[in-house]
């Protein structure tokens, strides 16, 4: 048998593929970043090729490097940005533009007039999200407007939509030769087009977006061993692989993290920040700004639902420091310059580059520097980054207990900003709770493994996986509660700051 199970990792600003042993050790890698394409202020582009090309590039080094062959392989799994959306010609094979990001604000019309024509509650209540930027239905709208020939292409079923994960496996299973088209349904659950109990496309979401249901993949089990198919002898893996597992890249860290019980909940740290709250088989309503989600539905079980408070900026404000600002040249160096400096010396940084997401959901905030003074240093902006990641998950985290009643007595992470010792002390401090980081720290790359080497026996159960999750590293909190509750009530000051900036109807 196959010792190794493989995942392909299309994220936001990279792809990585990652190879894993029955341990969940992991064996190999390979990772290539792609361009951030930014047309204008709130746009975010990426250029789904240039994406097909990488992913080609990073399987196959990973295999070059490692000495595997697609027969060492059990399985692959894809996990994926989500919401960033594609459309491309079924025929050709061409996108017929660059892919609208989830980051991307420029249907904040789009969204706005949909509360406003009193749509908003359908789509809370069917598909779990309030009406915002961030989905995939108006960006899909936004295209079938702005994009000459896709409305007609789209009728006759010849213009695709999909998320990555969708365009990638289509890539994967022949392209214009029958490429299969397909998501599963922590994809889907992110469209506003699915509805969560059913878990399909919804005919009167359908019509309140316009969106012809022809161009949509199948919805089919995240976990599963034959309905995504096979990669073929001509592809990136030289050979036939079971494509047997899809999940959308913050429910994939929920599954390598091994939150399979209600009331288990993880926070992934890179672009953004993910927080997501296990709820078992109940869909939950949030009251409080989050969204509800499909976590995973593994073969033909029941699908496990999630609460989730979603950050648009975390790690991306370090790169901001770095690219935008030059006050830093690695996203290391946050940690040293904001060492330089025992607090924040005032200054409070809200990064709402995209708007606010949970809890707040609010399109016209845009970020602010405030507290300033002569005193002010780069070393205090550092600080004030760091800290505005540790302060959006408290929002998020007191969103969170207070729909579940859960009490959080650990915080579970992992992602790229947990590399930071002294934002996730400060974490710990913020939140008055332990942070545990696991070994293995790509989670979302495992978790997609995960859910592939199950579909196909090489894991038999989610008891299996839970022996495989070890912890590296704990911090304790040591800030007095005085402290951390005086700078929490600047940190809302300071995000009032930020609301009412943008006018939508300009
Ligand atoms: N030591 C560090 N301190 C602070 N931030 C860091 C550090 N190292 C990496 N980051 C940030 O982490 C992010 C990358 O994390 P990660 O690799 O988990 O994200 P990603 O999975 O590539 O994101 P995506 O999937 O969205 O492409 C970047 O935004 C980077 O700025
Ligand atoms: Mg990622």
Redesign the pocket.
């Known amino acids: 048998m196959s010792q190794f199970v493989g995942a392909i990792?299309q994220?936001?600003?990279?792809t990585r593929f990652m190879v894993f042993d029955h341990g969940g050790n992991e064996i190999a890698r390979h990772q290539l970043e792609h361009e951030q394409i930014l047309p204008q202020a709130g746009w975010v582009e990426h250029n789904p090729t240039e994406i097909w090309e990488r992913t080609r590039a990073v399987i196959e080094t990973t295999l070059t490097k490692a000495k595997l062959s697609a027969a060492d392989l059990a399985a692959v799994g894809v996990t994926n940005?989500r919401e960033t959306t594609v459309v491309w010609n079924r025929r050709t094979g061409r996108p017929y533009c660059n892919a609208i990001v989830w980051q991307d604000t420029r249907t904040d019309k789009i969204a706005a007039d949909l509360e406003r024509a009193g749509h908003g509650d359908t789509i809370r209540r069917k598909a779990g999200l309030p009406p915002a930027t961030y989905f995939s239905g108006g960006k899909l709208r936004w295209i079938l407007d702005n994009v000459p020939g896709v409305a007609e292409d789209a009728e006759r079923g010849e213009a695709l939509f999909g998320t990555t994960d969708t365009w990638l496996i289509w890539n994967l299973t022949g392209g214009i030769d029958g490429g299969a088209h397909l998501t599963d349904p922590t994809n889907a659950s992110r469209t506003m087009l699915m509805d969560l109990e059913t878990l399909d496309w919804d005919q009167e979401l359908l019509s309140i977006f316009g969106i012809p249901r022809a161009m949509l993949p199948d919805i089919v089990p995240s976990s599963n061993p034959g309905l995504f198919g096979t990669t073929l002898a001509n592809g990136p893996f030289h050979g036939e692989v079971p494509l047997a597992g899809v999940l959308g890249?913050q429910q994939a860290a929920t599954v390598g993290q091994v939150c399979f019980r209600p009331g288990e909940a993880k926070n992934?740290?890179?672009?953004?920040n993910f927080l997501l709250l296990n709820t078992g088989e109940e869909v939950v309503r949030s009251k409080h700004g989050l969204l509800t989600t499909v976590a995973y539905q593994f073969g033909d079980q029941k699908p496990v639902y999630a609460l989730e408070g979603s950050i648009a900026v975390?790690?991306?404000a370090?790169?901001w420091l770095?690219d935008q600002l030059g006050i830093i040249s690695g996203?290391?160096q946050?940690?040293s310059l904001a060492a330089q400096v025992q607090d924040n010396g005032g200054v409070y940084f809200v990064p709402a580059f995209s708007g606010l997401f949970a809890p707040y959901w609010r399109s016209d905030a845009r970020g602010v520097i405030v507290g300033l003074s002569r005193y002010s240093t780069n070393a205090h902006l550092a600080r004030a980054t760091?800290e505005s990641v540790c302060y959006q998950t408290r929002d998020v985290v007191a969103a969170m207990q207070a729909d579940s009643g859960v009490e959080l007595d650990v915080l579970r992470v992992?992602?790229?900003?947990t590399?930071?010792e002294l934002?996730m002390q400060i974490q710990a401090d913020f939140l008055g709770v332990p942070v545990s980081r696991p070994v293995v720290a790509e989670t979302?790359a495992l978790g997609a493994a995960y859910a592939a080497g199950l579909a196909v026996g090489f894991w038999r159960s989610t008891d299996e996986l839970e022996q495989n999750w070890q912890e590296d590293k704990r911090w304790e909190p040591t800030l007095g509660e005085q402290d951390r509750e005086r700078g929490y009530a600047r940190w809302k000051k300071a995000v009032e700051r930020t609301l009412d900036w943008i006018d939508l109807d300009e």
Not at 414 to 417: E, R
């Open positions: 990792d994220g936001t600003t990279s940005q890249d992934t740290y890179g672009t953004g975390t790690g991306s370090v790169q770095r996203a290391s946050s940690e760091l992992d992602g790229g900003v590399a930071n934002c979302t």
